[in-house]
């Protein structure tokens, strides 16, 4: 059968839009659709193989929110909490010069004031430029920069999981990777997923976008988008174990083991949280705070379809997505039972250029009847 998501796939690669990219869709738990195309290293001459190991930049944020969730499940944490209470050396100050009150719940819903980059001090890295800094010592470097805004009075998409990511390391014990095996990718037997590349000989080789196609990535690289902004990206920080494990954008893992924790989450937890802790993480946590998405809200793990006639989406209300830089894109479509992954090598289009709306609304058109 010829489906209108192969034409999406070949189109991407053949105008060299995407180098290598997979595509994995369940349905009802069910996959009904699998491919990877294109190239793994395109120099090489390599094709994408079935289940390679990507960089998932922000696909780790929902991997570590849910083991923030869990956590508060066996009562260790409570969204309340203050930062502070945990990271006492993480005390940001208003521009009163009063220290700011952020909880949890502002870090998971990125209400915090925190942002994502911070020019005045080149030496904080929020995730995906390389480092020898640990948790606190970064962190401490970021407290002493302005907060955008009062905690909980706006939105904005910030490296604000990261400071989550101390937090729980510092509460559970050890590493953060510690604490997400624990209760995450442990439990789901996501054991090609986390802080550390299982098999490097997978490692799909990171791609830049570039004038005439994606260029490869250099071990520091800077890639500019639609908006002009330059976005730094650092693909040896995955092997530099002095680097503090980002709990914003630090995990390398397989399309397989994501779609473990996305069916688990549809499914309404499967054991690793309770059905009560996942229908307020997918539900909207920000009110009617502006975001810069229309017709989508935010809950405790991604942003949430609340119109998608405003959305320009064929997603359900209730839908919840995000996606990760490096060149990825997710949805979990509770009212449709419907998990899409597009996950793909290439920086920044395979994230927040046409590939992904292209991929989603193929599927749709596909198998949404």
Not at 18 to 43: N, T
Not at 74 to 88: A, E, F, I, M, T
Not at 244 to 263: R, V
Not at 306 to 327: Q, R
Request: proline letters at 5%; a negative charge.
């Amino acid at each position: 059968m010829s489906y209108s998501v192969d034409r999406v796939i070949d189109d991407a690669i053949a105008q060299k839009s995407i180098v290598g990219a997979e595509i994995l869709v369940a349905k009802a738990g069910k996959v009904i659709y699998r491919r990877a195309a294109g190239y793994f290293d395109r120099e090489a001459g390599i094709a994408m193989p079935e289940n390679a190991i990507y960089r998932l930049a922000s696909v780790t944020k929902p991997i570590v929110a849910t083991t923030a969730l869990a956590m508060m499940d066996k009562g260790l944490l409570k969204l309340s909490d203050r930062v502070d209470r945990y990271l006492p050396y993480f005390r940001p100050r208003l521009d009163d010069g009063s220290i700011a009150e952020i909880t949890l719940h502002h870090l998971l819903t990125h209400t915090a004031g925190l942002a994502y980059g911070y020019p005045d001090d080149p030496a904080i890295t929020t995730g995906l430029g390389n480092t020898d800094l640990d948790h606190e010592a970064n962190l401490t470097r970021v407290a002493q920069q302005k907060l955008l805004f009062k905690p909980g009075t706006a939105w904005s998409y910030s490296f604000a999981i990261d400071v989550l990511g101390a937090v729980l390391a510092k509460v559970h014990g050890g590493m953060l990777e510690d604490a997400v095996r624990a209760y995450v990718t442990g439990p789901l037997g996501m054991s090609e997923t986390g802080f550390f590349v299982a098999d490097r000989a997978r490692l799909a080789r990171a791609y830049a976008d570039d004038t005439h196609e994606p260029v490869p990535m250099e071990d520091t690289h800077v890639v500019i988008g639609e908006n002009g902004d330059g976005v730094l990206f650092s693909p040896i920080r995955i092997f530099n174990e002095k680097a503090f494990q980002s709990g914003g954008a630090g995990m390398a893992g397989t399309p397989s083991d994501l779609l473990k924790l996305f069916e688990a989450l549809r499914l309404g937890g499967q054991g690793i949280l309770r059905p009560e802790t996942v229908a307020l993480a997918t539900r909207n946590q920000i009110g009617d705070l502006p975001r810069d998405a229309k017709g989508q809200r935010f809950g405790y793990l991604s942003a949430i379809v609340d119109d998608p006639v405003a959305a320009e989406t064929p997603s359900a209300i209730g839908t919840y997505n995000w996606g990760g830089v490096y060149g990825h894109s997710w949805l979990v479509d509770p009212t449709n039972e419907l998990v899409i992954l597009s996950i793909s090598n290439t920086a920044l289009e395979g994230c927040t250029g046409k590939f992904p709306t292209n991929v989603r609304n193929a599927v749709y058109a596909d198998f949404v009847q």
